[in-house]
């Protein structure tokens, strides 16, 4: 994928790299400016000896193009122009750090890169695996496009009118009754989660959540000066006793709940606790952000209706999507609220997009439409309880002495509490190293230092066998060095 | 699309409505507290006299569902449910006003409604008329996928690697040398500004632009507390003798432009203009975005190279799109920049969308690596430019007395300048009632009132024709009515 040294080249290698250096500062994808990578980096990016980069780093220091710091960082100093120039060109890091929007956790930014590495066994990856996504059959589906031809020009503000009836028409067999024009369609759950932020709330305001919560691992609220306050959950879900002190405390305006097969624990909120937290949230006023990504994956009974379903009192806005269960690429979500709602998020949308790739709203609801989407759910829960079963029999065989965990219904993830005492850091890091990459617990909630969530959804079988009894390993390694 | 009564059946018609209202409330749809729309929306809407809804509303007024009020308007006020509950519903109008982000101008929601009327003539919008986009091609492209199959899973954080390798293999072809990691693809150029102005503008700074621009009709920026500064412009271009000036003046950390074919003027920026702007923005350390969306739709002659193609310095962040020339509704754009600044966007889109769909990237990289892009490039620009010779030919039999414009060599658009005096308002309605919709200058600039943006890219050529010719009439009758 990316240029490396020719090593049949009769040119040496450091003598390439500087070339490619040379060029890439010259052509200004590195800037005057820029901190270039580690000589760590360098070295694996290129797939040479750390000293063949000092070598053709300390060339091009010589050359007046980059200059090295005590710290051991390079950045660029010049190029073949800039010295013509009568200014000095703009300073890119400090518009890199102007802007509001929190970056990435750096343990994100790290899962985000390594994600597309090559032979890597993803471990912790909350999407099915390729071998799970109907290739084939979507396309089939385009191929009988001329029974309803797609359009290729923009979709209305709130999306595909056909798209939207086929949902509405999905959401009535889960019990939701609702119309078109209080549906919009969105690029997957998180822009729902972004219009919603920078559409519906304050700066300044708060969102009561669960903790942990999927949400702890972006920065969609925090980015618009939302807080997010996280409750206490136990097995039958998100507590309900410290809404109202909290919601008072913080002045919340919304709570945010995964209910069905919670983000990171799979927690399926009972139904008692369901009719309870409808209760308090119509007795306190506070709307329900309900995200429902996860509902039809369930493994031996389906899950108890949404809140969203017994809702007259318009608490919830409710949010669904295609990528868990049918592709993620197709970013393809909805969100079902009370039609100002909708009209709002919508107009904000078009503001920030255009809305959706027509494409795949078109081949979604072909999907809804031609009765195909059930057909495939059938399939992918078969498939997706015959791996909850193999990790957790995996887990069984290996991780008995060192963690503990709950068999999730339904999901992707089995939130694992390690036992024993475990640099997690470390670990990562050395799982990486061996190929195999880790979602760690803290990045869904900062007290979550001893957990991992592990994902049976993503890894090929092989790959769960082989990563999960070898990251078992490496734990009661870890556990033995650290023990010295 | 949308429901209406049964003129056939027995239930007369606003007892029809009242039970189509009741039920919207019922469901939560029109939450209670929600204003309904006007008496004439709903008439329009069901397409039924005025008295019918007024009939409905009074009884569902008389039931305790809704309230009217002396101005008019009518809010939910109850549903069967809530009466029940212990405390109000949450009041959806106010999260509707609190988020921080600006709603469209009114004129603009209004022409987004619009647009999806039957029937209607669109003489303003910016789109390719869907008898110009290759629907055909498209779906012989997906029927060809086994070649290099498309993915349904997620794609790299700066999108997917073979688009970027044949953008920036087509970047190459129009001067501009640069690498896959130095491109972002996004879903549209309006997303990847939107992710400029969270990811590398601090709030309460500002960015120059031309005036009248096409940025001023979308609120991407000023959204995020940062302020439009618009330049004159000539028939150059923007006018660089202010720009030190305006810098200095509001601490401008940006100039936005349009050199190529201007949004909606169809500016085409001289070749010293461009040099002039690239010398005082390198000397002042202005950075750029160059938005050249319209760059491939020129008719006689290929414009001069972006400004991107002669950036020693790192100046220019490059915006390029299919949106204008192959297919909106792809939604598939690009931004190219120095490698931290995409990495800082690319970062900002994960959390905000998790990247364009996949769908639409693979089809893209069809269209651009089999060459097919550039094949549908020359049959656009010939229907285009017959386009536009048809527009002018008609402009000057019927807008000669009443109107002045330049041709303009490429893109969509006619900047017709008004030399009468037309209440643009009333134009515009009546325009819509008759079935023609406008893109008033006034949404480009403020001071634009006399001006229209006519789009020769959009209406059938019948409907273009049809369209100025009654235009035309339409104002010569209304200056004739404003004379009295």
Known sequence: MEWKPDLSSETPLYSQIKDFIKNKISLGEWAVGTKIPSQRALAERFDVNRSTVVTALSDLIAEGLLEGNTRGGTRVINNSWNLLAASPPPDWSSYVQAGTYYPNQPAIQHINRAEFQ????????????PELLPSEEMKKIFENSSLNPFSLGYEEPKGNQYLREQIAAYLQGIGVQTSPSNILIVSGSLQALQLISIGLLQRGSSILLEKPSYLYSVHVFQ????????LPMDEEGIQTNQISRYKEGYNASLLYTIPTFHNPTSTLMSEPRRQELMRICADEGLPIIEDDAYRELWFETPPPPPLKSRDPNALVLYLGSLSKTLSPGLRIGW??????????????????????????????????????????LVYVREQLKRRRDLAVQLLKSNFTEIASWSVPAGGFYIWVRLIVDVPMQMLFERA???????????????????YLRISYAYAKLHELEWGIEYLAEMIKELVGVSKK
């Open 118 to 129: 090559d032979g890597i066994i993803r471990l912790g990856t909350g999407e099915l695996s």
């Open 223 to 230: 980015s618009s000066a939302i807080k997010l306050v996280g």
């Open 335 to 376: 969100v079902v609220a009370p039609e100002p709602v909708i009209d709002r998020l919508a107009d904000i949308k078009m503001q920030n997009d255009y809305g959706s790739s027509s494409v795949s709203q078109w081949a979604a609801a072909e999907w809804l439409g031609r009765g195909l989407y059930q057909e495939h």
């Open 432 to 450: 990486l190293k061996a190929g195999i990459l880790l979602n760690p617990g803290s990045i869904y909630d900062r007290n979550a230092g001893s």
